[in-house]
Every structure is written in structure tokens, then in C-alpha cells.
């Protein structure tokens, strides 16, 4: 079975310019978490989705970003408009079901860059 | 909310060398626990998960991890590192609306 799968595995862009980091989870997957990881502040969750709908968004770090999850198999990370400081490496991963006991599935991540 | 502590944000041993990186778990005891491992350019990737029960986990590449509760602990270890063990390793424990929480992560530095 394929993995979580991102794109893109790197994008490089202008402050100001709007960014949207994809994500495919696993097929059958009921949960899908967006993360952003920096060497400053770790590993962070930024919004966690259970069939399709977000649960949790307290870690969107403000209004420039927002996540959908349009269908089972598909879900979007959006920044608008990108700043230097969102640059990071961010995560897709997703999950079998809602339940502590489930194991968290990643894809490689997207490294943002943004000049 | 539960949450976990990593002591040591780097480790290095040699080759050949035990291996040991240190979890420890706020007091009360966690359901579940996971290590995860993450490879240069990927994503994590579970090494191991202790349910309720059990002491002794073995996990993926001869990693294991030993839950103490007298200690608050889920230390990871493995016998004989090697090189291709260089990574940078998590403890995650369940922390509200079942979402786990990581640990800060330890770099394993392996030494020819």
C-alpha cells in the first residue's frame, strides 16, 4: 500500500506569494493531522481532521493559514500571504481512526522556503 | 494532559555501542506509548508501541523499549548501534482529543 503522500517535496518561493501543500492520506484512513516542524519550536500540530471535518485547529498558527479537507482522500494546507517566518518543514500524516491507541502515519514532508 | 520528556536533545555513541535515549511520562500512567524514528528528508515512522500490560516492547531494527512505572519511564534502547541508526527519535503518549503528543525528539549521533 502507498504511504501518506505530499507535494511538494520542496517549494521555494517570494514573501507575500500564497503557498498550497498537498496531501494524500492513506486509503481508509479516517484521520488526517497537518504539522509543521522547526528546529526552534519542534514538532507542532497545526490542525487535526476525523472524517473529513476539522476537529481541532488551536495550533493554526493565525489567519494566513487555513486546511481543507474536501474529500477522504485529499486535503490542503494554505498559506496566504507566506512570510519568512512560516518557513519549515511541514507534515501530513493520518491515522486509521480517532482513538489514542492509533499509530500516526507520515508522508516526507514539504520543505517551505520562503525569501 | 499528559506529556512526555526526552532528556537529551543529542546522543552519540559508537558503533557497536549500547544504545539508550530516555523517555520519561508525566505521574499518571499513559494507556499507550510510541517511539517514533525520523531518517534525514522523511517523515517519522513508528519504531514501537507499549499498550497496557506490558513491560518489555520490541520494536522495528532491534530497537526495544522497557516501560517503568516506578520510574515514569519508556526508555528506548537497543544492544549494538549501528550507523545506519543515526536519526533523530520521539516518544509520543495520547494527550487530549486523541491527539498524541511528541516529545522534543534526540538526535543519535553514531560514530564509525
Known amino acids: 500500500d502507498a504511504g501518506v503522500i505530499q507535494s511538494p517535496r520542496h517549494e521555494v518561493t517570494e514573501m507575500g506569494q500564497e503557498v498550497t501543500l498537498r496531501c494524500k492520506p492513506i486509503?481508509?484512513?479516517?484521520?488526517l493531522f497537518w504539522y509543521r516542524q522547526t528546529m526552534m519550536r519542534g514538532l507542532e500540530l497545526l490542525i487535526y481532521?476525523?472524517?473529513?471535518?476539522?476537529?481541532?485547529d488551536s495550533g493554526m498558527p493565525e489567519d494566513r493559514f487555513s486546511a481543507k479537507m474536501p474529500n477522504a482522500s485529499f486535503s490542503t494546507l494554505k498559506i496566504q500571504p507566506s512570510e519568512p517566518r512560516d518557513s519549515a518543514v511541514y507534515f501530513c500524516?493520518?491515522?486509521?481512526?480517532?482513538?489514542?491507541?492509533?499509530?500516526?502515519?507520515f508522508g516526507d514532508g514539504t520543505r517551505l522556503s520562503i525569501l | 494532559a499528559q506529556s512526555v520528556t526526552q532528556l537529551g536533545s543529542h546522543v552519540s555513541v559508537s558503533e557497536g555501542a549500547l544504545v539508550l535515549l530516555r523517555c520519561n511520562y508525566s505521574s499518571s500512567v499513559p494507556p499507550y506509548l510510541f517511539w517514533y524514528v525520523q531518517y534525514p528528508n522523511q517523515g517519522l515512522q513508528l519504531l514501537l508501541k507499549y499498550t497496557t500490560g506490558a513491560t518489555l516492547v520490541k520494536g522495528i531494527n532491534g530497537f526495544e523499549a522497557e516501560f517503568k512505572k516506578s520510574e515514569t519511564s519508556f526508555h528506548l534502547t537497543k544492544p549494538s548501534a549501528h550507523m545506519s541508526d543515526a536519526a533523530e527519535y520521539f516518544c509520543?503518549?495520547?494527550?487530549?482529543?486523541?491527539?498524541?503528543?511528541f516529545g522534543r525528539g534526540t538526535s543519535l549521533i553514531v560514530h564509525p
Open positions: 509520543a503518549v495520547p494527550g487530549g482529543s486523541y491527539i498524541p503528543t
Open positions: 481532521f476525523n472524517n473529513n471535518v476539522p476537529i481541532d
Open positions: 486509503s481508509g484512513h479516517n484521520s
Open positions: 500524516a493520518s491515522s486509521l481512526t480517532q482513538g489514542s491507541n492509533q499509530p500516526q502515519h
